[in-house]
């Protein structure tokens, strides 16, 4: 329990929770002492409404992003405040100001949460309309608010700097530990693969966020701050991880053809899913050092498992012998080859991590790395190009913009006491997809209920200010550290917090909790509705996007390999862009198959389709990450013809799939590479191959063996490409979405 308190209290969510409650609950303490206890309230809403912009990035941005996001809020305050007494204005400039305001996300996730700033801004400032002079001091002290916070926050981030990349780090290794520890269960005889793939594609959506956010910290503080050791070595440990991934990605054997192999010789396979579990754990008991701030210390067991592995291997050999063995020993040569490969990778984190680092190991990897970063400018070309029903954002914006303003109705024709939480409600509820909005309202309603019987029940027996005080700060703390992990607590603790507040000022408790209750399933039930019939961003119409960009990332990988293996001059950045990419669009896909399956029954249309293209892309990609990475890390011969024209008919099948997904029955006739021509091909491969090599003066048997496994490996990976392409281009014939 006291190690969970401890990780709890260490995280990143509970430090900005930290942040926002001193930066709000510090001028309410010391004001209140003068007599200004409204003033200092008002300086805390501007501390509140400042907190969602704060998100990670260099010192630089952060500051840019908290400082614009304060002059937003406090002129939105401003606005509202001058123009609600003008009824005829205020409304058509209030909507179209949410429209914008709501239209600005389509500029990243730190607009976004600028934009939710904002949005709360104008929803909470119709509750509290000042007239006179008190409107500039009201703003002026809205805005000091938002300063405050921005000063608290960067004082944080100065006194521990690396805290949150560390976390991020230790999380990256978890993920990807849980991630190998799938790959490991693959070899067990019994196996459900087709549950454990699944997981796999969900984790790589967690995964793809998580180096997002890596890249942002890590590579614009590289090119921004510096390049500080510290920053090197989590540098270093990042990239090794994404090669991890690659390389776990690559070993993509049929299991079930392995498994009727070595049937007769189980411990080849135990050793081996031995080694794959223990590389899982070694990656797991590093993110457990940097989570609880020890000293890593290395067990070097993972070399024993090598050795205990290729032990294995000569004892198949030994009792087959070695004519008779020689496709087996290949096959366990390459398995071999992979999880050296990958003890490699763990050992250069392990030494970033002791006093054993070397920076030789970054040497050349950490060029053009810029190159992965999303630019920092906002054209307006972005803004207008989505100003259309095309985009996910423009019918967001409308969607919230009308709900909005039937908030504002019903305030008008029901005699509410707070309108504006029912506006609050909308605005933290509302979400581009049906799933998570509806989640997010049950969560919410169900949250403020609880968390209203709660707040009424304590203090039916507790009055005094002083212990109500210091459990709405705790609770304030509480509410804002679990609302980015579990949004039901979080709501509770929001509620409590709320109630025991307003306790404080109106002892007539018990209508704050009915109104607040009343207003938030008004809202939730608004958002809820809306979203199911205004506009509404159903999965089925953007999952053709993510298909074929993930079809399209995979085409571009494979030339990348393609043109690696032709020039063989080594690793160029664009070959680790196009990974990236792939990756990316990969789980971007899979995010939106996960949103389509929360939403009504009716509404995913070729559910078991587009999942099937899912799995056929991350085994797609497994085969390309496969031989990508054989070619990389071994010194190989030079290409053939007949690679290069398999190779063009595997991509010739992944435009055919593109050009069917883009027109649908009307691209119903394209052409497949001839097969006998491919059949010829894969032929000619072998003996072209097996003739170069004996003609060759290859004098020594084990150079001769590695040739030869170098041919059925990139042979045995360009048959599999080429089934699984023509398969994806069979899919994607039967992906009409009702067109």
């Known amino acids: 329990m006291i190690e969970k308190i401890r990780q709890f209290t260490d995280s990143y969510n509970f430090s900005k929770a930290l942040i926002v409650t001193l930066s709000a609950a510090l001028p309410v303490l010391i004001l209140s002492r003068l007599a200004y206890f409204e003033a200092g309230v008002t300086i805390a809403i501007g501390a509140f409404l400042t907190y969602p912009a704060d998100i990670p990035s260099n010192s630089q941005h952060r500051l840019k ?7 937003i809020v406090a002129g939105c305050t401003l606005l509202v405040n001058l123009l609600y007494p003008f009824p005829a204005v205020f409304y058509p400039v209030v909507t179209l100001l949410v429209f914008f305001l709501s239209m600005i996300s389509v500029y990243g996730q730190r607009a976004t949460m600028v934009s939710f700033s904002g949005l709360l801004a104008i929803a909470l ?36 700097p690396h805290r949150y990349t560390e976390l991020q780090i230790a999380e990256c290794l978890k993920l990807t530990a849980k991630y190998m520890k799938l790959r490991g269960d693959l070899w067990d005889a019994e196996a459900d693969r087709g549950s454990i793939i699944e997981k796999q594609l969900n984790l790589q959506v967690e995964i793809n966020t998580i180096h997002e956010n890596l890249r942002e910290i890590l590579i614009r503080n590289r090119s921004n701050a ?42 080849v396979i ?20 940097i989570e609880k701030k020890k000293k890593y210390t290395s067990k070097h067991s993972l070399l024993q498992d090598i050795e205990a592995f290729e032990k294995a291997i000569e004892n198949y050999e030994s009792a087959l012998g070695k004519e008779e063995a020689s496709e087996g020993v290949w096959m366990l040569s390459n398995m071999l080859h992979y999880a050296e490969k990958q003890v490699e990778k763990i050992k250069i984190i392990e030494r970033a991590f002791t006093l054993n680092m070397n920076f030789k190991d970054l040497k050349g990897r950490d060029k053009d790395l810029e190159k992965f970063l999303a630019p920092e400018y906002y054209p307006f070309r972005i803004l207008r190009e989505n100003l259309s029903f095309s985009s996910t954002i423009f019918r967001l914006s409308l969607r919230l913009t009308l709900t909005i303003a039937m908030g504002f109705i019903i305030g008008l024709i029901f005699p509410l006491q707070n309108v504006y939480w029912i506006l609050l409600t909308i605005v933290v509820i509302m979400r581009p997809g049906y799933g998570l909005t509806k989640q997010r309202s049950y969560q919410r309603i169900i949250g403020t209920i609880t968390g209203g019987i709660i707040a009424f029940a304590f203090l039916s027996f507790v009055h005094h200010p002083v212990i109500t005080g210091t459990l ?25 917090y709320v109630i025991f507040v307003y306790s404080m000022l109106n002892p007539d408790i018990s209508h704050v909790i009915q109104y607040r209750i009343i207003d938030t399933v008004v809202g939730a039930l608004l958002a809820f509705g809306a979203n199911y019939f205004f506009w509404p961003s159903w999965e089925f119409i953007n999952m053709p996007a993510h298909i074929k960009k993930s079809i399209e990332a995979n085409r571009d990988y494979l030339q990348e ?117 491919l059949a010829m091909r894969f032929t000619e491969l072998k003996n072209i191959r097996a003739r170069e090599l004996r003609e060759t003066e290859l004098t020594h048997e084990e150079e001769f063996r590695l040739r030869m496994q170098e041919a059925n490996l990139v042979i045995e990976q360009l048959v599999w490409l080429n089934t699984l392409s023509e398969k994806i281009v069979k899919a994607a014939r039967q992906l009409q979405f009702g067109k």
């Open 270 to 289: 135990g050793n081996y899913q031995n080694l794959a579990y223990n590389l899982a754990a070694t990656l797991k008991k590093i993110s457990k050092s």
């Open 472 to 496: 709405a700060i705790v609770c304030m703390i509480m509410g804002f550290t679990f609302t980015a992990i579990n949004y039901r607590i979080g709501a509770t603790f929001v509620t409590i």
């Open 125 to 160: 400032a119709t509750g509290h309309i000042k007239t006179g002079w008190n409107v500039v001091t009201h703003t002026g002290l809205v805005l000091c608010g938002g300063i405050i916070y921005t000063t608290v926050s960067m004082i944080f981030n100065f006194l521990n």
């Open 226 to 267: 510096g390049n500080s050791n510290r920053n090197r070595r989590m540098l270093l440990v990042f990239i090794s991880l994404v090669e991890i991934l690659e390389i776990a990605l690559s070993t993509s054997f049929d299991h079930s053809k392995l498994q009727q192999k070595f049937s007769a010789y189980p411990k």
């Open 65 to 71: 992003g908290l400082l614009t996001t304060a002059l």
């Open 561 to 677: 390999i393609s043109l690696m293996y032709n020039k063989k001059e080594g690793v160029p950045t664009s070959y680790r862009l196009a990974r990236k990419n792939a990756f990316v669009a990969l789980g971007n896909f899979m995010a939106s198959y996960q949103r389509m399956a929360q939403e009504p029954k009716s509404k995913q249309k070729k559910q078991q389709q587009v999942y099937k293209l899912a799995v056929l892309n991350h085994t797609l990609l497994s085969s390309l990450a496969s031989l990508g990475t054989y070619i990389q890390s071994r010194k190989t011969s030079k290409a053939s013809e007949a690679f290069n024209v398999v190779v063009q008919a595997v991509t010739k099948n992944m435009d055919n799939a593109v050009m069917l997904i883009n027109m649908g029955e009307e691209a119903s006739e394209v052409n497949f590479a001839d097969k006998e021509e």
